[in-house]
Nanobody, 125 residues
């Protein structure tokens, strides 16, 4: 069993930065690919970024490459999403997800077994 709790969302101006945190609990955390997804009202859930259980591999959506960075801090059992150069189009709810063992770094929603409740990010123009 894995439990995920996101934090760090808020209101920022365009061009600003935020760092989202996903605190994970459970014995499977160290073997799970972790990912961030986002979903705006009326739109499908969108893959943002993922990082392997070892932290040596990551993957990003084209829309956030060069602006967002995903990382893991194992001592704190936490996954981060550093978001720079934020745009109004980044406004939505961001959720973290834990993938099943053996799956690495992809955007396939079906490979992620556990989800947090999300944290809201609002970017003003």
């Amino acid at each position: 069993q894995v439990q995920l709790v996101e934090s760090g969302g808020g209101l920022v101006q365009a061009g600003g930065s935020l760092r989202l945190s996903c605190a994970a609990s459970g014995r499977t955390f160290s073997r799970s690919t972790m990912a961030w997804f986002r979903q705006a009202p009326g739109k499908e859930r969108e893959f943002v970024a993922a990082i392997s259980w070892s932290g040596d591999s990551s993957n990003y959506a084209d829309s956030v490459k060069g602006r967002f960075t995903i990382s893991r801090h194992y001592a704190e059992s936490t996954v981060y999403l550093q978001m720079n150069s934020l745009k109004p189009e980044d406004t939505t709810i961001y959720c973290c997800a834990a993938g099943r063992p053996g799956y690495c770094c992809g955007s396939y929603i079906g490979a992620y077994d556990y989800w947090g409740q999300g944290t809201r990010v609002t970017v003003s123009s």
